[in-house]
C-alpha cells in the first residue's frame, strides 16, 4: 500500500513527502457500556490508513484518495468544506485543529488509502482522522497531547460529518498498541494497557453484511431505559447511582418492582457488562483465553436476550460459532448487524470459516464475509 500511494503522490505532485499511518480497530468486549459510564476494551488493528504528506507552499489543501480515485482543493476557512465526504474527514481535522490552536496550519499536499472495510464495524473513519490529527500535530510541531488528538478526530465526526460518536474509535485508532488492548473508563476518561497475544488462537470478525433499519431508534430507546432506571435508583435509596455502572445486580432487585421488566432487563444486561470488563482485564493477566472466551459468549447472550439488540443473522452467526468449538464470539457493536468478533483456536480456524460460509449462505441467501485481524499499533509517523 505504501508504495502505492508513493506512485500516486509523485504522479499527482511531482515530489515525495511524509508518511503517516493509522488504524481501524475492534471491541474485544464493553458494548453498549460507554454511555452508562462504564468501561470499554478495545484494540488497533492491522487495517488502517495511510497517508502521504508534504507542504505545498500555498494556504490550500491539496488531496487525492487513492482508493477513490478522487482528488480536490480546499482552504481553511469554515466556508471552504469541500464536497466529497471523504475530504471532509480532513478537513474537519484541520478545522478542529485550527479551534484549538489558531491559525497554525499551512497548505499541504496529500494523498491517502486504506484497507479497512468501509461501514464494516471497524471505524474506517476514526483510521482517517486519527492519521492526519497525529500527521498534522507532528508536521507543524503543535504539542497537542494524544487524547486531545483523539478529540479532534470525535468532533470532526460529530462537527464536519454528522455523526454523533463516542470517543473509542478515535481512542483506539490514536493509542493503539501491537499486543495490547486497552481498558478506557468512559467516565473518567483513565485508560490501561493490558496484553493481548493470544498464542495458537486467531481473532477473526465475521459481517453478516446486514444492516437493519432499527439501529438508531432502538439506540435512543436503550438509552432511556437506562436513565429511567439509574432515576428510580437514586428515588429510592441510591442516590448516588449517576450511571448504571455505579449500580449492582442486589441494587437492581431493590427497584425491580418499580420498573417496567423491559427496563430490568436491559439494566440487568449492562451491569453485567460493565462487570464482564473487569473479568476479562483479570483472565487477560493470567493469560486465561478459555475465560476471554467465554466472557464473550455471555455478552452475546446478554446483547441477544436482554438488552435485545441482535438479529437473526448474527445469532446464527453465534450458533455455528459454539457448534464448531469456537472459544469465544459475540455480537461487535451496536448491534441490528454488522460483525460478531471470534477468537478460535487456529487448528479449528478453517472448519469453522467453512462451516460458517456454508451454512450461513443456505440461509441467507449471501456468504459473510471475512476478516481476520492482529492487534496492532495506532498511529504513528513510518
Ligand atoms: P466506518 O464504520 O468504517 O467508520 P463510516 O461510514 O463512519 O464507516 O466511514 C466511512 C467513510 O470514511 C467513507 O464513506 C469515506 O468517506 C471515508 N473513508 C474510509 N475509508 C476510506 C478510504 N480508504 N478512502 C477514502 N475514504 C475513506
Ligand atoms: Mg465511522
Redo the contacts with the bound molecule.
Keep these: 500500500m505504501q508504495q502505492e500511494i508513493k506512485k500516486h503522490f509523485v504522479e499527482h505532485f511531482q515530489k515525495e513527502g511524509q508518511m503517516y499511518a493509522s488504524a481501524g480497530r475492534i471491541n474485544l468486549i464493553g458494548e453498549h457500556t460507554d454511555y452508562n459510564g462504564g468501561f470499554v476494551f478495545p484494540g488497533a488493528i492491522d487495517k488502517g ?1 495511510i497517508a502521504m504528506i508534504s507542504l505545498n507552499g500555498t494556504d490550500k489543501v491539496r488531496a487525492y ?1 487513492v ?2 480515485d478522487d482528488y480536490t482543493e480546499f482552504g481553511f476557512n469554515e466556508e471552504d468544506a469541500p464536497a466529497q ?2 475530504a471532509r ?1 480532513i478537513f474537519g481535522v484541520c478545522r478542529e485543529i485550527i479551534k484549538r490552536s489558531g491559525n497554525v496550519l499551512k497548505g499541504f499536499d496529500t494523498a491517502f ?2 484497507d ?1 472495510p ?9 483510521a ?1 482522522e486519527s492519521t492526519y490529527a497525529f500527521a498534522l500535530n507532528d508536521i507543524f510541531e503543535l504539542n497537542i497531547d494524544k487524547f486531545e488528538l483523539a478529540k479532534i478526530g470525535q468532533a470532526t465526526e460529530h462537527n464536519y460529518c454528522g ?1 454523533k460518536c463516542g470517543i473509542m474509535d478515535q481512542f483506539a485508532s490514536i493509542f493503539g498498541k501491537e499486543g495490547h488492548l486497552m481498558r478506557l473508563d468512559c467516565r473518567s476518561m483513565e485508560f490501561e494497557y493490558f496484553p493481548f497475544d493470544p498464542k495458537g488462537y486467531k481473532v477473526v470478525l465475521l459481517d453478516s453484511v446486514v444492516k437493519h433499519e432499527l439501529a438508531s431508534s432502538a439506540y435512543n430507546r436503550r438509552r432511556e431505559s437506562c436513565e429511567n432506571v439509574c432515576n428510580v435508583m437514586r428515588e429510592n435509596g441510591y442516590p448516588k447511582v449517576e450511571f448504571l455502572r455505579d449500580a449492582n445486580l442486589d441494587m437492581l432487585e431493590a427497584v425491580k418492582d418499580k420498573i417496567t421488566e423491559e427496563d430490568y432487563c436491559r439494566a440487568k444486561y449492562v451491569i453485567e457488562e460493565v462487570q464482564r470488563v473487569l473479568d476479562v482485564c483479570d483472565a487477560l493477566n493470567a493469560g486465561d483465553y478459555e475465560t476471554v472466551g467465554e466472557k464473550m459468549y455471555q455478552t452475546h447472550a446478554g446483547m441477544s436476550k436482554l438488552y435485545e439488540v441482535s438479529c437473526q443473522e448474527l445469532d446464527f452467526l453465534n450458533d455455528i460459532a459454539r457448534e464448531c468449538g469456537v472459544t469465544g464470539s459475540r455480537v461487535m457493536g451496536g448491534g441490528f448487524g454488522g460483525c460478531t468478533i471470534n477468537l478460535v483456536k487456529e487448528e479449528l480456524y478453517e472448519n469453522f470459516l467453512n462451516v460458517a460460509k456454508v451454512r450461513f449462505t443456505e440461509k441467507f441467501g449471501h456468504e459473510p464475509k471475512i476478516y481476520p485481524v492482529v492487534i496492532s499499533n495506532g498511529a504513528r509517523k513510518l
Excluded: C, H, I, R
Design positions: 490508513m484518495s482508493d477513490l465526504s471523504w474527514y488509502a486504506g479497512v468501509l461501514g464494516a464495524g471497524m471505524s474506517s473513519s476514526a482517517l455523526v
